[in-house]
């Protein structure tokens, strides 16, 4: 399975962004999948993520009411809406896919997309 990121770019701290992961495959019913980060000179994290019903989803501490993990399996594609962006949030924003079936978000990624730069301005 294949994965695209896109809909980084730059904006202005307190600004928004909405990013989008295209996935090859069919995602309903099949993949929990999440949206990672990794800031210049940091290991990479995770951001939110969202189980394979769509019914959980996980927020980092630092992101927790201002970004949402949404689905959209009609169309095969994550989002991830990111408001009042902060200068902190800067990174690459990766998206992934699991094939974890269980009860909850899953603890491991399957595949991986090549990441897309979000760059705020302070």
């Known amino acids: 399975v294949q994965l695209q990121a896109s809909g980084g770019g730059l904006v202005q701290a307190g600004g928004s962004l909405r990013l989008a992961c295209a996935v090859s495959e069919r995602t309903s019913n099949r993949y929990a999948m999440g949206w990672f980060r990794r800031a210049p000179g940091k290991e990479r994290e995770y951001v939110a993520l969202?189980?394979?019903?769509?019914?959980?989803?996980v927020y980092a501490d630092s992101v927790k009411g201002r970004f949402t993990i949404f689905r959209d399996d009609a169309k095969n594609t994550l989002h991830l809406r990111m408001n009042s962006l902060k200068p902190e949030d800067t990174a690459v924003y990766y998206c992934?896919?699991?094939?974890?079936?269980?009860?909850?978000?899953?603890?491991?990624?399957?595949?991986w997309g090549q990441g897309t730069l979000v760059t705020v301005s302070s």
């Open positions: 992934a896919a699991s094939l974890f079936k269980g009860a909850g978000v899953a603890p491991t990624y399957d595949y």
């Open positions: 969202v189980g394979w019903s769509g019914d959980t989803t």
